[in-house]
């Protein structure tokens, strides 16, 4: 398949890929790498042309980020310790801990929040509130609040950048392809790093 046929992938994937990815995304530690961020800008501006229900597209985010954070918590509330005395391997990276460690010391319980974000950030936070017992109660009020601020933002971008654009169908391979090639930059970017 055409690396820009991505509509094609989306298309067949369909709501419950898209769904799958912002679970695993916001909770399972080995969803760090996944591409939330650009999926739902993409699914958004796919809605503007008629892929997708836009309103159906955001409430099915809303509650598979609200379930991923939930399951994150309760993970790391029974097996947070033991993930700082994991190895590293290409799934985990206790530097993905460190980083999360430092945005609950400068933003508190907001973390839960801002962290949605943050790539890599957004999937340990729930994991770490869950280590150190934060109040569910807390969790819970920030993670509706995260869920719902970081499915409209990223879905209702793309939605009105698509609506914005005259004859969409014309434009829509060359900007899902820039997108893809936006989120993987940094991917790439920290690959080398870790190299070097």
Known sequence: MHLFEVTTLIKTLGLFGIFTVVFAESGLFFGFFMPGDSLLFTAG???AAGYFNVAFLFVGAFICAFLGD??????????GPKL???PNSFFFNKKNLDKTAHFYEKYGKKTVTIARFVPIVRTFAPIMAG?????YKDFLFYNILGGFFWT???ILAGYFLGHSIKNIDAYILPITGLIILISVIPII???FHKKN
């Not at 399951?71 to 097996?79: A, L, M, N, T």
């Not at 280590?131 to 109040?135: G, Q, R, V």
């Open 45 to 47: 501006f796919l809605s």
């Open 70 to 79: 939930t399951v994150g918590y309760w993970s790391g509330k029974k097996f």
């Open 84 to 86: 700082f005395t994991r």
């Open 131 to 135: 280590t150190a017992n934060m109040n």
């Open 152 to 154: 409209g933002t990223m």
């Open 189 to 191: 970017v920290g690959f």
